[in-house]
């Protein structure tokens, strides 16, 4: 990992607390938070970030979809820095789907999130701004706003028979792909 930053585990207090609104935007801090969460993302195998899971109980948070050995049918987008994010959901219509967490390593849990959300949020440059996110971008965004909240995905699960080891995952990931070709 990048400078040396580790990312906090599940049972570290600050994933438990809800974290605090930015004042400053334009803070110095601020800025090499956000650096250290993007380099984060970019040497892991990680889609989304929190700043919370790397020591800092702000609400920050990034959103970095690309395909990884982690999630492989991922879509590859730019990365997304959030501050002060809020989201509304624009259908009720939920989807179970597995997660996984940098903060919790070598479990999957099946996880229901809404499909369709709209999320207001400021950038980096202090600008409101309105974004419309669908299917896994999305997953990944309630995801990472849930570490805002002093939530670990764990927490929404529906079942305990939901939750596998990460290597049950990928047996699974490896017998739908065979399926579907064959």
């Not at 028979?161 to 064959?182: M, N």
Request: hydrophobic share 40%; aromatic share 6%; with cysteine.
């Amino acid at each position: 990992m990048s400078k040396n930053i580790e990312i906090e585990q599940l049972g570290a207090a600050v994933l438990r607390m809800t974290a605090v609104p930015v004042e400053n935007v334009k803070s110095p801090k601020l800025g090499e938070v956000i650096e250290e969460m993007l380099d984060i993302l970019s040497d892991s195998k990680g889609v989304g970030l929190a700043a919370p899971q790397i020591g800092h109980s702000i609400q920050v948070l990034a959103v970095a979809s690309k395909p990884t050995s982690r999630y492989p049918n991922a879509p590859l987008m730019e990365p997304i820095v959030m501050i002060n994010p809020v989201f509304q959901p624009l259908t009720q219509e939920q989807e179970r789907d597995w997660e996984g967490c940098l903060s919790i390593p070598g479990i999957r849990a099946l996880i229901p999130r809404y499909r369709k959300i709209i999320v207001d949020y400021t950038d980096m440059t202090g600008t409101l701004v309105t974004l419309e996110l669908t299917g896994f971008v999305a997953r990944v965004f309630q995801h990472e706003y849930d570490h805002l909240q002093g939530m670990v995905y764990l927490d929404r699960v529906e079942n305990n028979r939901d939750i596998i080891s990460e290597t049950e995952f990928f047996k699974l990931l490896a017998l739908q792909k065979s399926l579907l070709h064959a």
